[in-house]
């Protein structure tokens, strides 16, 4: 069966310091991958997906990147954090196939101060 | 542009007590309707996928229906266990994005 993770589960950073997230997928190849987060009083909103190592799509203009160095891993990186960054950082992945399922991992909290 | 609007924002039902939650939706060339189901602190669980209007799907105590401007999340019976945020995204043929409500808060007391 396939499993998500993501580390790490919760943190704190100060203003103007960078961020890494990383999310890594077992028991399957070649997912599609997603960045979305989810900030107080708004829905889930995408950020990056890729379809492949080194392909990644952004969604909205932002202060984050995101790159797909491993077939199953994806990272969320920022140079420097804004207060605006806070929020639930949430990876998901599917198969490739049409109308696909996303299935979440259980998220970072991130607290930006 | 794509939008999807969930109501209400928050229902408190008795154990025992069955009611409906709505997510109605607008977008351009449907690829599929998702329900999810989010734990405070946790990431969403997928609950089901609805592809066309017309499709029913049920697991357990909920169903899920979809027409071409909303669908309904049925939950039966409901048991304090049920009580969480539930999720309506939509899916357009034009790209990868679940497009997300904002959500229902469902709390069901025992």
């Known amino acids: 069966s396939q499993t998500i993770h993501q580390w790490p589960a919760t943190l704190v950073q100060p203003v103007g310091s960078p961020l890494s997230l990383e999310c890594t997928v077992e028991?399957?190849?070649?997912?599609?991958l997603y960045w979305y987060r989810q900030a107080a009083g708004r829905g889930l909103q995408l950020l990056f997906y890729?379809?492949?190592?080194?392909?990644i799509s952004s969604e909205v203009p932002q202060n984050l990147s995101a790159s797909r160095p491993q077939d199953r891993q994806f990272i969320l990186s920022s140079k420097k954090l804004l207060l605006s960054d806070s929020g639930f950082y949430l990876c998901?992945?599917?198969?490739?196939?049409?109308?696909?399922?996303?299935?979440f991992g259980p998220g970072t909290r991130l607290l930006v101060l | 542009e794509d939008q999807v609007t969930q109501s209400p924002e928050a229902l408190r039902l008795q154990e025992g007590e069955s009611s409906s939650l709505n997510c109605s939706y607008t977008?351009?060339?449907?690829?599929?309707l998702f329900w999810y189901r989010q734990d405070p602190g946790k990431g969403p669980e997928f609950l089901f996928t609805l592809y066309s209007a017309g499709e029913e799907k049920e697991k357990e105590r909920l169903k899920a229906t979809l027409t071409k401007k909303e669908s309904f999340l049925h939950i039966t019976a409901p048991k304090p266990e049920d009580s969480a945020t539930y999720l309506c995204?939509?899916?357009?043929?034009?790209?990868?994005?679940?497009?997300f409500g904002k959500g229902t808060s469902l709390l069901v007391t025992p």
């Open positions: 890729s379809v492949g190592i080194g392909q």
């Open positions: 998901a992945w599917s198969t490739g196939i049409r109308q696909e399922t996303q299935y």
């Open positions: 028991g399957t190849s070649n997912p599609n």
């Open positions: 995204a939509v899916q357009a043929d034009s790209g990868y994005a679940l497009n």
């Open positions: 977008v351009s060339g449907l690829r599929g």
